[in-house]
C-alpha cells in the first residue's frame, strides 16, 4: 500500500460504549484504507458466518461504507480467497 501511496492504518483501536458509558474495552480491525475501506485479514481452513459479522461490526462503528475480508490460507487469494460487503453507508458516497 506504500508502494501505490495508499493512505492507511493497521491496529486502530475502536472503543467500545454502552449507553453512553465506556466500557474500558474496546476492538482491535486489521487495516483501514483511504478512512473508506476497512481490511480484515485471516489465514483459516474455511471463512465462518462469524468473519463477516466481524467485519460488518467493524464497518458499522467506524461508519465505513466497504470491507473486504481476505483469507491468506486459499490457493488462489483473488478467486477464493476474499469477500467485499458493502453496508448502508455506500450509499452515501458521492456518485461520478
Known sequence: ME???LNFKTQQYIP???KGIDLGTGLRFDILV???IVVELKAVDYLL???D???LTYMKL???PKGILINFNCTNIYYEG???MVN???ELLPQN
Open 62 to 64: 467506524l461508519e465505513k
Open 88 to 90: 448502508n453507508f455506500f
Open 16 to 18: 467500545l460504549y454502552y
Open 53 to 55: 459479522a466481524q467485519l
Open 3 to 5: 508502494k501505490l501511496r
Open 34 to 36: 483511504e478512512d473508506l
Open 49 to 51: 458466518p462469524v468473519f
Open 82 to 84: 476474499q469477500k467485499t
